[in-house]
């Protein structure tokens, strides 16, 4: 279990995320929060490969000045359609064109992860995709007026509001969210065999 394996470590969210924190609270894990503020700039690598890299920079950022029992968990999402990444909303109207964009299709959501713990760095990702249901005009308006869909990927919040409009998702739901928990169960034993925990 998680939170046994890593009883031992002083772990360090490197996230401001309610959702990421809500999910590590789940797990029955202590944590503080040292969000690192680092630029995530958008460029021509693959999707993925650019969630990576924020996450990357954002655990290495957070470990410069991290002890020998800390543990630096950092995570980026990104929601794709058709190839583009559609970001956090800028205003009200970028979330309605989101929205708008969305509404009866498929999207992909990427979270990567990285753990820096004792020098090592490991990094993976998970990706899910999502189906939106129709969304009128009217749902679109009241959903941007609820303030919800301006400080997430893609203008939703698939564990709040957002979840009314999600008519299928494949992959894992928790990684819709910010954090696909398995694959960081995954990354943690990873560290486990290499010894390193």
Same mark, same amino acid.
């Given at each position: 279990m998680l939170h046994k394996i890593l009883e031992p470590y002083n772990i360090i969210l490197a996230s401001a995320s309610p959702r990421r924190a +809500? *999910? *590590?609270?789940? *797990?029955? *894990? +202590? =944590?503080?929060?040292?969000v690192s503020n680092v630029d995530e700039p958008e460029n021509d690598d693959e999707p993925a490969q650019q969630a990576i890299r924020h996450a990357m920079n954002k655990a290495v950022?957070?470990?410069?000045?991290?002890? @020998?029992r800390d543990m630096v968990i950092a995570a980026d999402t990104i929601v794709v359609l058709d190839g583009r990444i559609l970001g956090k909303p800028e205003h009200e109207d970028m979330a309605a064109h989101y929205l708008k964009q969305l509404s009866g299709? @498929?999207?992909i959501v990427i979270t990567a992860i990285c753990v820096s713990v004792n020098n090592r760095l490991v990094c993976d990702h998970e990706q899910s995709r999502v189906r939106f249901a129709e969304l009128s005009d009217t749902e679109i308006t009241e959903y941007v007026a609820s303030k919800e869909p301006m400080d997430k990927a893609g203008a939703y919040g698939i564990q709040?509001?957002?979840?009314?409009?999600?008519? @299928?998702? @494949?992959?894992? =739901?928790?990684?819709v969210m910010g954090f696909p928990i398995h694959k960081f169960y995954r990354l943690v034993n990873a560290l486990r065999q290499e010894g390193l925990l």
């Open positions: +809500e *999910l *590590l609270k789940l *797990l029955g *894990l +202590e =944590y503080t929060v040292r950022a957070i470990s410069l000045n991290s002890g @020998e299709r @498929e999207h709040g509001l957002g979840s009314q409009f999600i008519s @299928e998702i @494949e992959g894992c =739901y928790f990684n």
